[in-house]
């Protein structure tokens, strides 16, 4: 799959926190400013963006907290200007848990949850393609791109029907690169029908584990149940 990487280079794109603006010629990476940059254009954020964001929303609930906002109040039920009641069951209380490194309540869990859904049946196309975008770094065209250079089908078995309950064929990476349900974009192995990408699920990935299926299958092959002991 290493050429098609090399056809589709996905790294090659400026980060919005590194292009330079009238107040910021060196760009703004690894600042709160580049941060929000990536936000607005819907960019997953670098690490030191990252970094930053959170140390700015760790410095401001310290300055909260020794205004005497008592400890174990939820950080969404402190009130603000805008909200003067607290956030907390509302998507703006669920990303005030997450921006400042909390574990979100159940309250703002249901309210991000029914907002995503909300968002979802209201325009699933453009849904799809921001979450593409944010948990793999694929643009759709990317993706179409990813696809045509595969024949059109899945990468290991060459079908044409994504199978399973989706209308796209699965997105597959590398996870010795990233363990988690997020890719960086640079270990985009494929794309995988449902059965293929569920098999390798299965195997953990694991070649020797598939080649050992392989070698079982073929010594099998044909064989029946009474010389089976």
């Known amino acids: 799959m290493a050429d098609l990487r090399e056809r ?67 950080i969404c039920a402190q009130p603000t200007r805008q909200n003067p009641n607290g956030r907390t069951g509302t998507p703006a209380g669920y990303v005030t848990h997450m921006k400042h490194g909390d574990e979100p309540c159940q309250r703002c869990r249901d309210g991000h949850a029914a907002a995503q859904h909300a ?56 996870h010795e690169c990233c363990p988690g349900i997020k890719s960086c974009g640079k270990c985009i192995r494929g794309l995988l029908c449902h059965g293929c990408n569920t098999a390798l699920g299965g195997f953990r990935d694991d070649p020797k584990r598939l080649l050992a299926a392989v070698a079982y299958l073929t010594a099998r092959k044909g064989a029946k149940k009474d010389a089976v002991h």
Request: hydrophobic share 30%; aromatic share 6%.
């Open 119 to 174: 968002r979802y049946l209201g325009d699933r196309k453009r849904f799809n393609d921001e979450h593409r975008l944010w948990r793999y770094g694929l643009t759709l065209a990317q993706y179409e791109e990813l696809l045509a250079a595969q024949g059109g089908g899945c990468a290991i078995c060459a079908s044409t029907e994504p199978g399973g309950r989706g209308v796209k064929f699965h997105i597959d990476h590398d």
């Open 8 to 74: 589709i280079d996905m790294t090659q794109v400026t980060p919005a926190c590194a292009r330079p603006t009238s107040g910021h010629p060196d760009g703004r990476t690894g600042t709160p400013a580049g941060y929000r940059a990536h936000r607005r254009q819907n960019e997953e954020p670098c690490v030191a963006c990252r970094e930053a964001e959170t140390r700015r929303a760790r410095a401001r609930v310290n300055a909260v907290r020794s205004a005497g906002v008592p400890d174990g109040v939820l």
